[in-house]
Structures are given as structure tokens and as C-alpha cells.
């Protein structure tokens, strides 16, 4: 009988033991970070002295707060921009590209806060 107490005891004891005491929630860490998807040209081809127009993507409904750095190569010529973002827009213009070809444009998002950085390489016409 002494046994069959004990052991009735012991059960009790380890349900409300195991039902008390809750373990750690096993939910993955907030990485605290937005991901950035690697930014695309908006327009592939402009006319000689145009703007090329880029946009930077953010999962959600996000925008994007950083900076980004547009290196348009061509031969021996070069183009650069630089341009801030604020958390306003998601578009912006990319260098003047002054000669017609086919230029190498570089694109690199420095994201601030949050936000990811990104980088990308794209192919843009001067017709």
C-alpha cells in the first residue's frame, strides 16, 4: 500500500512538475535585419546624355534607408552616382550615359539599420 501511495505521489508530482514549469520558447532569433533583393534597372535602354533609372527592393512593405553607388564602365570610360535613400523613395537615376554601346553597370546598396547590403551587375543600351 505504501508503495502504490508513493508512486500515486510521485505521478502527481511530476504532472504538475512538468506542467509548472515551461521550458524556453523555441522560436528562432530575431535577426533584426530587412533583406535587401539585389536592385534591377527600371530602364535597360536610354538615348545618349539620358539617365538610366534604378529601384532598390525591400521584402514587405519596407523602404529601403541607405545608400546606394552606381560605376558605369564602358572601355575606358567611367560614370558614377551616388545616391541616399531615406525611407521615402525606392527609385533613382543612375549616371549620365553619355556614348552609345553597351555599358557594365555595378550597383551597391549600403544599407543602414536594418536594412542589408546588396550589390548587383546589370547591362545597360545607349541607342
Given at each position: 500500500?505504501?508503495?502504490?501511495?508513493?508512486?500515486?505521489?510521485?505521478?502527481?508530482?511530476m504532472?504538475?512538475?512538468l506542467?509548472?514549469?515551461?521550458?524556453?520558447?523555441s522560436?528562432?532569433?530575431?535577426?533584426?535585419?530587412?533583406?535587401?533583393s539585389?536592385?534591377?534597372?527600371?530602364?535597360?535602354?536610354?538615348?545618349p546624355?539620358?539617365?538610366?533609372?534604378?529601384?532598390?527592393?525591400?521584402?514587405?512593405?519596407?523602404?529601403?534607408?541607405?545608400t546606394?553607388?552606381?560605376?558605369?564602365?564602358?572601355?575606358d570610360?567611367?560614370?558614377?552616382?551616388?545616391?541616399?535613400?531615406?525611407?521615402?523613395?525606392?527609385?533613382?537615376?543612375?549616371?549620365?550615359l553619355?556614348?552609345?554601346?553597351?555599358?557594365?553597370?555595378k550597383?551597391?546598396f549600403?544599407?543602414?539599420?536594418v536594412?542589408k547590403?546588396?550589390?548587383?551587375?546589370?547591362?545597360v543600351?545607349v541607342?
Amino acid at each position: 500500500m505504501k508503495k502504490l501511495v508513493i508512486s500515486l505521489l510521485a505521478a502527481v508530482l511530476m504532472t504538475l512538475g512538468l506542467a509548472g514549469v515551461s521550458g524556453t520558447a523555441s522560436a528562432a532569433p530575431y535577426p533584426g535585419t530587412v533583406p535587401v533583393s539585389k536592385p534591377a534597372p527600371v530602364k535597360k535602354a536610354v538615348r545618349p546624355g539620358g539617365y538610366t533609372k534604378f529601384s532598390i527592393a525591400t521584402k514587405g512593405n519596407a523602404k529601403p534607408v541607405g545608400t546606394a553607388r552606381v560605376t558605369c564602365r564602358k572601355g575606358d570610360k567611367v560614370a558614377k552616382r551616388v545616391w541616399s535613400f531615406d525611407g521615402t523613395n525606392t527609385r533613382f537615376n543612375g549616371p549620365k550615359l553619355k556614348s552609345k554601346g553597351k555599358w557594365r553597370c555595378k550597383i551597391h546598396f549600403t544599407g543602414v539599420g536594418v536594412f542589408k547590403n546588396s550589390k548587383s551587375v546589370v547591362y545597360v543600351r545607349v541607342r
